[in-house]
């Protein structure tokens, strides 16, 4: 395994590199995890494939300014400092919010795609909380007040879910998550940081048969985070082009446990 930075702007971006096969899988990992969340399934493909993990903004030992938004331009113009990656044609992998670092960068790039994995991905359907606390000025000032003063946030929360307007899956990761001030101004930094990767999903699925480009969707069968449906929603009109793969787990989706059915899809 290879480990090494990146230099971006102001930023230090960290990378890992396993493998040493002719094809290429760039990925992207999922809200506060890492770019080593690849390693089991990184070296259950290693020999044919060279796998690149990125440390994303605000996460594993990537340095970013504090303050500074991503965009799909800056992912963009990481990629293209990556040296194997330079001008290459290579696959692309997302787990929960890399899915959906990554289904912008195909936005924009999609004729360098070989083929697009997508993991329980975020982005494939903008849930209407993270829209109002990300995409709306109020909003992200309400966001950032209850990440400070969290007791109404939790009972709001509460309200919510006895209504069905959120489901029990993520009622409790939110309070499982939240319940320590570190894990809430984290959430908040990060999310904001993040707002403006915004994939357009309309315009991707009229990319995906114009490029020719298989796409992968692998979730967990009791994931109540990112459900199923929303691939199977998104696959329609794309059964040429789309392969929907349900596997016995939850959210957690790149455990150890689950590399090798990874693997054999891939």
Known sequence: MLSYFISYKHAQIHCLQWGTGKKILLCFHGFGE?????MSLARQIENSYT????DLPLHGKTIWKDGLPCTAA??????????????????????SMGGRVALSVYERIPQRIVQLVLLAPDGLKMNCWYRLATQTIWGNRLFKYFMEKPGIFFTITKMLKSTGMINTGVYNYVHRY???KDKRTQLYTIWTTMRKLKPGIKMIKTLI???NTPVLL????????IRYTTGSDFKKGLNDYCALHIISCGHRILDEKNSAAIAALL
């Open 34 to 38: 890492t770019a080593g969340s690849f």
């Open 51 to 54: 796998i690149i993990a990125v």
């Open 74 to 95: 800056d992912i963009i113009n990481i990629i293209d400092n990556i040296p194997v990656l330079h001008e290459q044609h290579f696959s692309l992998a997302g787990y």
């Open 178 to 180: 939240l319940n320590q």
């Open 209 to 211: 048969p114009k490029n």
């Open 218 to 225: 692998i979730y967990g069968r009791y994931d109540r985070i």
